[in-house]
């Protein structure tokens, strides 16, 4: 048995979390950053209790701290919405009149109610609005963008880029001559945080899960202040799953042994995905390269990680399971990871939704 416990992770600075892929300075020239991984924000929370570690950590989400005094969460755009070039927007939905087009997901294709070119929908979306979406109470065919999910206008991004120039050193930690590079660095806008859902004991003493008031967040020794952050909580499921129709929505990018494509569940056929490009992902253990007396870089791993806000629509034979596994995989990593610990240190975490036929 556990307890929830949401922790707010303020950064004083901007954020560092390098995109996994391999850096030379005076080879490459930028180094680009990423919002903290889930591993990043697990290590973030294990700082903050004292080198204890939560059965689980869910997370990160991205929050604001409104004028009520409450924590606003936000999610990344669900990937199968996309829309027309300054028109209305659409859910990509499996299209019958596609039958016979053979894909790796078998018959049929995901396409908008619409024929034509169409882009992806891009921006953050506060929990509300995303209930919406996973209750079906958006029009697949066809809705106002701007009313319906309300996602923040492109420019005014919570986590705002910024570019540092810096330079290699040797070993001797003296500057190279001629290794100048840029990293690209995020600042999130003022009143956001990044929040972890942590999973605590049940039968933990209180003051031994105090969190401190400061820990480490991403690279560069950058730090954050940390506060409880009471009241949070995930956008709920909805109630009934029609026709056996579930839709599983990544709220945290996931790495599983397959690539993109999930472990299903029993009695369950994936009907489509909307999963954007792949984000290259890498780990490291400072409690690992201690205990094998060898480098932290030594410890490192990259994978390639699905990304949060990718979309799968399964469909169930039985109502019954269906609604069983709906109860017991919201908010919670979807499972098994690629590697062990993976999913306890918040990968793969999903909300369910439903979703309806085309042209419905």
């Known amino acids: 048995m556990s307890r929830e416990q949401w922790l707010a992770f303020t950064p004083r600075d901007t954020v560092a979390v390098r995109d996994g892929r391999p850096f030379r300075a005076g080879v490459d020239f930028v180094a680009e950053s990423v919002p903290p991984w889930p591993s990043t924000i697990a290590g ?27 924590w606003n969460l936000h999610f990344p755009m669900p990937a199968d919405v996309v829309r027309f070039p300054g028109g209305r927007a659409y859910l990509l939905r499996p299209d019958p009149e596609l039958a016979g087009i053979i894909t790796d997901l078998g018959e049929g294709l995901l396409a908008p109610a619409r024929k034509g070119k169409v882009e992806p929908a891009e921006g953050w979306i506060p929990a509300s609005a995303l209930t919406t979406y996973l209750h079906a109470k958006v029009s697949p065919g066809g809705f106002d963008l701007r009313k319906e999910l309300r996602p923040y206008r492109q420019g005014a991004d919570p986590l705002v880029p910024e570019r540092r120039v810096g330079l290699a050193r040797t070993r001797a930690r003296t500057a190279r001559e001629g290794y100048f590079y840029q990293s690209v660095h995020l600042r999130p806008r003022e ?83 909307a999963v954007p490009a792949p984000r290259p992902v890498a780990s490291s253990s400072p409690r690992t390269a201690r205990e094998r007396r060898t480098k932290l870089l030594d410890t490192v791993s990259l994978r390639w990680a699905v990304p949060a806000g990718a979309v799968y629509l399964l469909r169930f034979e039985d109502l019954s399971r269906a609604a069983e596994w709906a109860g017991r995989q919201h908010a919670r990593p979807w499972g098994p990871p690629a590697a062990e610990r993976l999913d306890t240190a918040g990968f793969g975490v999903v909300l369910i939704g439903t979703w309806k036929e085309p042209h419905s």
Request: charged content about 25%.
């Open 44 to 70: 973030a929370v294990r700082a903050a209790y004292g080198d204890r570690e939560p059965q689980a950590v869910r997370g990160p989400v991205l929050a604001k701290f409104t004028d009520t005094g409450e």
């Open 191 to 273: 009143n956001w945080a990044f929040l972890a859902c942590c999973d605590l004991p049940s039968d933990a003493e209180e003051p031994l899960w105090r969190p401190r008031n400061v820990a480490q967040l991403g690279g560069g020794s950058r730090l954050a202040d940390v506060t409880e952050a009471d009241g949070v909580d995930w956008p709920k499921p909805p109630a009934a799953f029609p026709g056996g129709r579930v839709l599983a929505y990544l709220a945290t990018p996931a790495l599983w042994r397959d690539g993109w494509r999930p472990p299903l569940p029993q009695g369950a056929e994936l009907v489509g995905a």
